[in-house]
């Protein structure tokens, strides 16, 4: 038998919100017992939804590393080459620059 048994895997904090979420839904009349048992199937749906949410997390995780195999299929660990950077782009703010400032100093002079 192992250490550690399934029946019992739901954390007392699903357990609390449950509960929680039936009584805020109670209503005029109803026993405890009823209540509980609204406890209980809402946490049953709080557990499928974790279940279907950590599967989904581990699909994703297996597209996304057999598209990183596909595209390294030699390598581990990737390495990012740093792209040169062009020189248009290095030069465009300057001469912005310039023809701004002359642009301001060509209004000064014409309003004097």
Known sequence: MSKY??????SDNVKDDAMRLARGTQKPGQTKEQTKLIAQGIQKGIVQYKKQQKEKVREREKKHKKAARRN???KNATVRVAEPVAEKSIKLPWVLLLLSWLGFAA??????
């Open 5 to 10: 048994s399934r029946k019992n895997s739901v």
């Open 72 to 74: 390294n299929p030699g």
């Open 107 to 112: 209004y000064i002079l014409l309003m004097q």
